[in-house]
């Protein structure tokens, strides 16, 4: 060890042993520059690196040195997002913390009563959890927190990258509020990151109300080596006659397979097919190809339709290490279980968004000297015939392009923190009524929403109409004396072991027409009956949202243009868009494009130049008027909202907003714009989402009255400024029409 | 004719009715109504000293006076030679549980157990002396060594669960007892008590083999019943209050539990298999009634604890299991009024602070300030009161005509206690009703 790190004389004897056992030459320059800040735990600090790069030793080297100091053992609460991680992180600690005699507790789901009980007894040294296990804690031992948590000397927050603008990160931080309570006193608490580009959001985060005086650890070491294949597929056009409604097999999704089974087999990876359809699909092609050669099937689903069984069947084949096994799956395989790191990962159409593809890539190539290796397929129509505007400007693969572009550049989209998660606000208010066996008003909204509190942006007037609210629902009653106890709903809810998550994963609309169900639909954007809808190769008409069940009913429709709405998992960024559009305007070509995505790009690029979309903002198809933004979704629902509120049919579709003219003309669907832009205050949002759907989007949110629940749903996925902004500029920019 | 009150009673009362809390003695002096309750009561303990058992459900409003009442029922019982253990629930303390938290429950109960020569609470090391001493005596008389009568009377026990260990420590504090051993005497206290809290610790102490955990709560109930009688006392009475407490937890199979602890007392008692035990339990009209989480949830209690369907319409029965405590009438509460006056002023007519037309017109001004509340919910009534003789009293040019219109009076909100504080900047929530 050099003489000139000071920080490595700071630690404990004990623990410097330890590292000269372990042959480490020096400190990692994130272990350099916490070590001082979290020895004397006064204060609370971020250590934000890439992976691998010594991030877990920063916190507890320093932490159990101070630990080791104290007269009375203390406990340090380690939060991981999954259950896996903690079983490594306990693995790593036991060797360290044997030898320093401070006791580690895994506690989660699959940990047994016996260990869980000694902590309980003992409780010192450290703990391993997750929220959901925490939250049962909190719920179902309420008495006893302040006990418990009595000597906590730090809380370590792992992945704090990707608990940040979710419900479980706020659901998290809400937990380490109320146990703070309990205990009477300020816990430090330490965030292990990977690198964001703003760090002040990580940091007011970690410690609401008071960001700025939570310090940070930023360390620049250069990534892992990644390495990226883009391939390209033309399904080609087949002539039918008439009005076919067989729906025709696609023939490339055969062709991927092939190219899968050979690049994946024998090792362990992940394939991301964006929906349920597409994940039976392609496990269904690809079993067929481990049979037709004989071979052991190493391909395994997983999404949220699938039985308890099947899926418990592939995390058990991801998690033994003897044979390679590849998951074909949706994001439940991104939060809901885990598995150690793979070898490689693959996308099947566009990627959600550029952090959600990030975060994917972070599960391969976590060991040292091993890189990254990610392998994305393009599907694409041929073009010719009656092709719609996706077609012709190969959006898929510029979306696709786009994002990984962007990744390079170190990209990604900014975290939402300004979501009011109304929903994780519910089940908290019924964990605090758990833990204390019942609370006044007065006493919830202290709690939760007081100043510095998580929920700290929502009103007495709006709390006082949702906690009616909730009484009207049967989730909350109140007894004689003012107490708000569960109703008769809220305690079955509570009672049940789902409650401790404050997420849901993976829903689906279901699709049904004329009382038989097609089949399912991942839907993030908005819903509005009479919208057009591309589903199963098909143009259908929305008839009725059913958003309790989860439904759409539609009817076929067929003449005019392909609609671009054909739901997706993800919601993209105006940066996103943005740089799809100085793509097809520009002639730089990517080096990870291979060649049939090279003419995809000339194609698309052609297909721009031709109907002169860099001074045009709309285009006319018939029926429907085309308004091109470029901007990301959250804008381009606002402009929505806006003209569904002017009469119109509008639903945002890809790169734009997508306006059935219905009676008017081109020039009024412009004219409705334009007198949007003219308006100087921003409509209030129960005019303008009044006649939206799809506005569940988090686990409680149909607990939440009317009016709170477009709070809610506005706070994270509209962006009226933006929208106003953009309309006003291109009145601007065209006075006339 | 004036009956001079003690100082100590006085002050006792005073001071507690201001807190808003229920004085522990004293509770004669100011007893208004509820003649029938209280002799229900009080022939329920007569039975149990004539080696019968009782359990009563006594259900009031917050501040109707059910601790009061239970307070009152307390001191009787100890007057007539029972010993009493009583205890509030809480959530930690309850009566059936698998965390400790009915061993917590018992422990408060032995900690507060009373004789009427201790009324305060830890009578336990009192009452296994007085086994001795009795067993001493007794002996003497029939010729007999110490240690055989009280190995005969130990036997006794022994049918009962638990009774072996239990009889094994009450030996063990009589060893200690004859050798001097302080150690040995105060560890079969503790034992008794339910402060061990593993069974090697006992068996090091005591040589026993088990301790007194939540599983065995009500058996050593009994076991101490069975006692106390052996060791010249009547019987044994648990008072247990707060049974709100059950109402109100969250946790379906937890609160499910408790209720069929109760349903096992309830049973035990009326079917006479518990000498010499009775329970009184406090609680809240939702508590007993709530047929989704109240004792009438679980059918089984519902069709022991039902009204009498005769009883109804002005006609009463104080026979069943439950005694509902109507809330004071107006009258009633004037001559507590009167009474707290009386107290007040020690007893001394010639001294009272305020004339009963003055109490009338204070009656007034509460009745509208907060309406009927005012004397169905008396507590906070009763602390402004004290609060406007205590200014009368250190003030003497002050009229009572002037001050009587500006007391301040609130509605009792039920006592919850508050473990977070900062609750007055809401006043927004203060009187949410959903």
């Known amino acids: ?737 | 004719m004036t009956i001079t009150i003690r100082t100590k009673d006085r002050d006792a009362v005073i001071q507690s009715l201001r807190a808003g809390v229920v004085p522990r003695t004293g509770q004669h002096l100011i007893q208004v109504g509820r003649t029938s309750e209280i002799e229900t009561l009080v022939s329920d303990i007569d039975r149990i000293a004539d080696d019968g058992s009782a359990f009563r459900v006594v259900i009031g409003e917050y501040g109707a006076g059910k601790t009061f009442f239970l307070n009152l029922v307390r001191a009787v019982a100890m007057e007539k030679k029972l010993v009493v253990a009583s205890a509030d629930l809480n959530p930690d303390r309850r009566l059936h549980a698998s965390g400790g938290q009915a061993r917590s429950l018992y422990a408060e109960l032995m900690r507060n157990l009373s004789t009427r020569t201790k009324p305060d609470g830890g009578a336990l090391g009192g009452i296994v002396e007085k086994f001795i001493a009795t067993a001493k005596t007794e002996a003497k008389a029939a010729g007999l060594s110490t240690e055989a009568v009280i190995r005969q009377k130990l036997d006794n026990l022994t049918e009962l669960v638990n009774g072996y260990d239990f009889a094994d420590v009450i030996a063990a504090y009589c060893r200690g007892f004859e050798e001097g051993n302080e150690q040995l005497k105060s560890d079969a206290v503790r034992w008794l008590r339910g402060e061990f809290s593993t069974k090697t610790d006992a068996r090091q102490a005591l040589g026993v083999r088990t301790i007194v955990d939540d599983a065995a709560v009500y058996d050593q109930l009994k076991l101490l019943a069975r006692f106390v009688r052996l060791a010249g006392f009547s019987g044994l009475l648990v008072s247990l209050d707060e049974l709100v407490n059950l109402y109100k937890m969250a946790n379906t199979q937890a609160r499910n539990a408790n209720y069929e602890q109760i349903l096992r007392i309830l049973n035990d008692s009326l079917q006479g298999t518990a000498v010499g035990l009775g329970f009184v339990l406090g609680g809240t009209p939702e508590f007993l009634l709530d047929t989704r989480r109240g004792l009438y949830s679980y059918p089984a209690l519902q069709s022991r604890l039902a009204q009498n369907t005769f009883a109804s319409g002005g006609l009463v029965d104080f026979s069943g299991p439950v005694v509902r405590l109507s809330s004071l009438t107006p009258e009633d509460f004037y001559v507590l009024l009167q009474k707290i006056g009386h107290v007040y002023a020690s007893g001394d007519t010639t001294k009272h602070l305020l004339p009963d037309q003055g109490i009338y017109r204070f009656m007034e001004h509460c009745s509208k300030r907060i309406g009927d509340a005012y004397f169905r919910t008396p507590r906070t009534t009763i602390t402004s009161f004290i609060n406007l003789l205590a200014v009368l009293e250190q003030n003497a040019g002050v009229s009572w005509q002037d001050l009587v219109g500006g007391i301040e009076v609130v509605a009792d909100t039920g006592g919850t206690i508050d473990l977070i504080a900062d609750a007055d900047e809401n006043e927004e929530f203060a009187s949410f009703k959903m």
């Open chain 1, 1 to 737: 060890m050099s003489e000139s790190s000071a920080s490595f004389y700071r630690l404990d004897e004990r623990i410097q042993r330890f590292i000269w056992a372990e042959g480490w030459e020096s400190l990692r320059d994130a272990q350099e520059a916490a070590i001082p800040l979290i020895l004397d735990a006064d204060r609370d600090v971020i250590v934000a690196a890439a992976t691998a790069t010594g991030k877990t030793e920063a916190a507890f080297l320093p932490a159990l040195t101070h630990m080791l100091q104290l007269k009375e053992s203390g406990l340090i609460v380690y939060i991981s997002p999954l259950k896996a991680l903690i079983n490594d992180q306990f693995d790593r600690f036991d060797r360290l913390c044997g030898q320093l005699d401070i006791p580690v507790w895994p506690w989660h789901g699959d940990v047994s009563a016996s260990i869980k009980n000694r902590f309980l007894s003992k409780r010192s040294g450290i703990l391993l959890i997750t929220p959901e296990s925490l939250e049962a804690m909190l719920c179902n031992r309420g008495t006893s927190v302040s006990a418990i948590f009595d000597r906590s000397t730090f809380f370590v927050v792992d992945e704090l990258h990707a608990f940040i603008g979710s419900e479980r990160g706020k659901q998290l931080q809400s937990l380490m509020h109320r146990i703070e309570r309990a205990v009477g006193r300020k816990v430090p608490r330490i965030g292990l990151s990977a690198t964001l580009g703003d760090m002040n959001l990580a940091a007011e985060f970690l410690r609401t109300g008071e960001g700025a005086s939570v310090a940070i650890v930023e360390s620049r070491s250069s990534g892992s080596e990644l390495k990226i294949l883009v391939k390209g597929y033309e399904e080609p056009l087949v002539i039918r006659s008439g009005d076919d409604d067989e729906e025709r097999e696609p023939t490339t999704p055969a062709l991927i397979a092939t190219h899968l089974f050979k690049s994946l087999r024998g090792s362990n990876n992940l394939v991301f097919p964006n929906s349920r359809r597409e994940v039976e699909r392609f496990t269904h092609l690809l079993n067929n190809l481990c049979l037709q050669q004989q071979l052991p099937n190493e391909f395994w689903p997983h999404h949220g339709s699938l039985s308890k069984e099947i899926r418990t069947e592939t995390e058990a084949a991801l998690k033994q290490q003897s044979l390679p096994a590849t998951a074909i799956c949706t994001n439940t395989l991104e939060l809901g279980i885990d598995i150690g790191s793979v070898k490689s990962v693959a996308q099947i159409g566009s990627p959600p968004s550029v952090a959600r593809l990030r975060q994917r890539l972070g599960r391969s190539g976590r060991r040292k000297g091993e890189p990254a290796i990610f392998r994305s397929y393009c599907i694409e129509d041929a073009l010719g015939g009656q092709a719609s505007l996706a077609t012709e400007l190969r959006l898929e693969t510029i979306k696709t392009t786009a994002m990984i572009s962007l990744l390079l550049e170190g990209w990604f989209e900014p975290p939402a923190t300004n979501g009011a998660h109304l929903s994780t606000l519910v089940q908290q208010m019924l964990s605090v009524i758990a833990q204390y066996g019942g609370a006044t008003i007065s006493r919830l909204y202290t709690l939760l929403c007081a100043e510095k509190a998580p929920f700290s942006g929502v009103s007495k007037e709006d709390f006082i109409v949702l906690v009616r609210h909730l009484g009207q629902n049967e989730l909350l009653m109140q007894d004689s004396s003012g107490v708000l106890l569960h109703g008769r709903v809220g305690e079955k809810l509570v009672n049940h072991y789902t409650f401790y998550a404050a997420f849901v994963i993976d829903e689906e609309f279901r699709v049904v027409a004329s009382g038989k169900t097609l089949g399912t639909i991942p839907i993030s954007q908005m819903l509005t009956v009479g919208q057009r809808i591309l589903f199963a190769g098909k143009t259908w008409f929305v008839e009725e949202i059913d958003e309790t069940q989860k439904t759409i009913y539609v009817i076929r429709t067929s003449g005019g243009v392909p609609p671009l709405f054909s739901g997706s998992t993800g919601r993209v960024h105006t940066h996103v868009r943005q740089r799809m559009r100085s793509l097809l305007e520009s002639n730089d070509v990517p080096v990870f494009l291979d060649e049939v995505v090279r003419r995809f790009l000339a194609e698309a690029r052609q297909g721009y130049t031709d109907r002169n979309l860099g001074h045009t903002f709309f285009i006319d198809q018939g029926k429907v008027v085309y308004i091109l933004t470029w901007l990301g979704d959250a804008a381009n629902e606002a402009i929505a909202c806006l003209l569904i509120q002017r009469g119109f049919v509008a639903i945002p579709a890809g790169p734009g907003v997508e306006v059935q003219k219905g009676k008017h003309s081109t020039e009024d669907v412009l004219n409705a714009l334009i007198d949007a832009a003219a308006v100087d205050d921003p409509p209030p949002l129960d005019m303008l989402l009044a006649e939206v759907k799809n506005l569940y989007r988090e686990k409680w949110d149909w607990a939440l009255p009317d009016e709170l629940l477009r709070i809610a749903y506005a706070s994270l996925y509209l962006d009226l400024e933006e929208a106003l902004k953009w309309t006003k500029q291109i009145v601007a920019v065209n006075p006339v029409n």
